[in-house]
């Protein structure tokens, strides 16, 4: 429906089930041709994305997945797939198996037949552990073998001269991933909590409210403070060593008195004298957004008595769940790159209709129809242009502010060799590179 319209005839449907059956044909036993219904620049980027791995499809349909025919493909089309026996079950000819799955921790076992050379490691436990101070002593016993560790300030506080312990970072380590500040520009849900009940709900719709906000950000304390100057501010949404990047659009600046001013601006005028209150949140045990929230509190607070401004941590699934309810009115969120293109980040941070944008209630149409243009466009060059006028615009109208960017690092115990840093595994490596000594 999202394709075709609400009133899509039979017809209609047949003729999109001819475009989606000619849309791939395999000419021969190494050749796989692909017919495009548009030009799409990052198509081939997309193939190399995980979500576009190859699996057997009679394995597939013998399991209830889709059969690739027209005769149940409607049923298919918008179904969510977590549902569906893929989601928790493995088919493949890779180096490991799959042992357990339940939704947050994964087992996996070397697979004995694998083609390739055999994995040393013989067994891998993935599990997830929220609180950062639980998997700092269980790096400390030499009970995990990786960690994740939020920031370079507990790097250098807590982890740095750990026995049995090392910190893996190369300063040409490139970050595939971008994070912002989020302004909702029309809040809603009854009853929401996050937004005070005199408070308009388009208190953000206000562009001069954004921008007091974005000067109330100081970077250049949180890449001292908690990158401890290993980091770099970005002009947008987008990792700088991608196509389109450009490093000339300004950044607003740590400015108190420039945030005072536009403060008094907005609303034409109502907002200084009534105030508001709000609540930013952020995801529990991610100290770099927990900072950001505090930070904004002290200084928009420091403005105006009559601004309130409340912090609250959330849990994981509670923060996203709330975020695509539309009702947080401020949150910061990031993106890791699925695929190596710039649409993946321009689209779902720009675009209306996009992944995050839409959760803010984002509708620029300009800014929608240079998004479709660069989607159109083949060339890179002038692709990359469209792209550096979309940031440029981006930060004219502050729809959101862009963070600074951490340099990466991985701490594992110091007898885990062969660790190497691949951006778009968001800082994860292959099981069947590594060993141990």
């Known amino acids: 429906k999202s394709a075709l319209g609400e009133n899509a005839?039979?017809?209609?449907?047949?003729?999109?089930?001819?475009?989606?059956?000619?849309?791939?044909?395999?000419?021969?036993?190494?050749?796989?041709?692909?017919?495009?219904?548009?030009?799409?620049?990052?198509?081939?980027?997309?193939?190399?994305?995980?979500?576009?791995?190859?699996?057997?499809?009679?394995?597939?349909?013998?399991?209830?997945?889709?059969?690739?025919?027209?005769?149940?493909?409607l049923d298919w089309a918008g179904k969510d797939l977590r549902q569906g026996y893929l989601h928790k079950?493995?088919?493949?000819?890779?180096?490991?198996?799959?042992?357990?799955?339940d939704g947050e921790?994964?087992?996996?076992?070397?697979?004995?037949?694998?083609?390739?050379?055999?994995?040393k490691i013989k067994r891998v436990l993935v599990q997830i552990v929220k609180e950062q101070a639980t998997r700092l002593e269980a790096l400390k016993r030499g009970d995990a073998d990786r960690v994740t560790v939020n920031d370079w300030a507990t790097v250098e506080s807590q982890v740095r001269g750990l026995p049995g312990v090392k910190v893996w970072s190369d300063p040409n380590w490139a970050p595939a991933g971008a994070g912002v500040i989020f302004f909702n520009f029309k809040v809603e849900g009854a009853d929401n909590p996050y937004i005070g009940k005199d408070t308009p709900r388009d208190l953000f719709s206000d562009v001069n409210v954004r921008k007091a906000f974005a000067?109330?950000?100081?970077?250049?304390?949180?890449?001292?403070?908690?990158?401890?100057?290993?980091?770099?501010?970005?002009?947008?949404?987008?990792?700088?060593?991608?196509?389109?990047?450009?490093?000339?659009?300004?950044?607003?600046?740590?400015?108190?008195?420039?945030?005072?001013?536009?403060?008094?601006?907005?609303?034409?005028?109502?907002?200084?004298?009534?105030?508001?209150?709000?609540?930013?949140?952020?995801?529990?045990?991610?100290?770099?957004?927990?900072?950001?929230?505090?930070?904004?509190?002290?200084?928009?607070?420091?403005?105006?008595?009559?601004?309130?401004?409340?912090?609250?941590?959330?849990?994981?699934?509670?923060?996203?769940?709330?975020?695509?309810?539309k009702m947080l009115p401020i949150w910061p969120l990031g993106w890791i790159a699925d695929y190596a293109?710039?649409?993946?980040?321009?689209?779902?941070?720009?675009?209306?209709?996009?992944?995050l944008a839409k959760r803010q209630n984002l509708n620029i149409p300009e800014l929608d129809r240079l998004i479709e243009e660069a989607r159109a466009t083949v060339d890179p060059e002038k692709r990359a242009e469209i792209y550096k006028k979309i940031g440029r615009l981006a930060h004219d109208l502050a729809v959101n502010v862009p963070l600074p960017s951490q340099s990466p690092f991985i701490v594992t115990r110091d007898n885990l060799k062969g660790v190497y840093y691949n951006p778009m595994r968001s800082g994860t490596f292959l099981w069947k590179d590594i060993y141990k000594e």
């Open 215 to 325: 000067h109330l950000v100081d970077q250049d304390a949180l890449i001292e403070e908690i990158f401890l100057g290993h980091g770099v501010k970005l002009t947008m949404a987008l990792p700088p060593s991608f196509l389109g990047y450009d490093p000339t659009i300004p950044i607003y600046e740590f400015d108190p008195d420039k945030a005072e001013m536009y403060f008094k601006k907005a609303f034409g005028g109502k907002l200084w004298e009534k105030g508001f209150e709000i609540t930013i949140t952020y995801n529990q045990g991610n100290t770099f957004r927990q900072t950001i929230a505090e930070m904004l509190k002290a200084n928009v607070e420091a403005i105006n008595p009559k601004f309130k401004v409340n912090v609250r941590g959330l849990q994981w699934p509670d923060y996203l769940r709330s975020a695509r309810n």
């Open 105 to 119: 921790n994964v087992v996996a076992e070397a697979f004995d037949k694998y083609w390739g050379k055999k994995p």
């Open 9 to 73: 005839s039979p017809e209609d449907y047949d003729k999109y089930w001819e475009l989606i059956d000619k849309s791939v044909e395999c000419d021969d036993l190494y050749t796989l041709r692909f017919t495009l219904v548009k030009p799409d620049p990052s198509f081939f980027a997309k193939l190399l994305y995980a979500g576009a791995a190859i699996v057997d499809s009679k394995w597939a349909i013998d399991h209830g997945e889709w059969s690739g025919t027209k005769t149940d493909w």
């Open 341 to 355: 293109d710039p649409d993946n980040f321009i689209h779902p941070f720009y675009h209306s209709k996009g992944a």
């Open 89 to 101: 079950h493995m088919s493949g000819t890779g180096p490991y198996k799959l042992v357990k799955w």
